[in-house]
């Protein structure tokens, strides 16, 4: 019996390259290994706010996939709160990010990067085009 040609389309919406993301990440931030809080590193700020808002949204989803928080959404007023900046910036950031369809949004309004959209925000991350 051959081998259906259409299963090499099938794959895991949910997988993620962990390499990428841990990749990704380096030298921006870290995670608390004990309260799962993540830790700016100086690279942090030398991103542009958007870019800060994705890469904190994606080490909240490392925190999560390390099972060092319940969850990974997080309300802007949070994002503003850890990553120091300004309400006025965070707001308009999460919505540009939402239109690119690179951040997900909750029915209670906390924001979180979705599985099936890390390659995407890291790939745009690396690229420093967050628009």
Known sequence: MD??????????A??????????????LLGIDKATGTIVLKPEFNRLPARSKVLAFLLGRKVAKLLGKVESEAVPPKSIAAETALPSGT?????RTLLEARLISQTDEGEYYVGSHQ????IERLREGNVE
């Open 3 to 12: 081998k259906d040609p259409l299963s090499g389309l099938l794959l895991d």
């Open 14 to 27: 949910g997988e993620i390259d962990r390499t990428r993301l841990a990749t990704a990440l380096q030298g």
């Open 90 to 94: 965070v707001k308009p950031a999460v």
């Open 118 to 121: 890390v390659t995407g925000a």
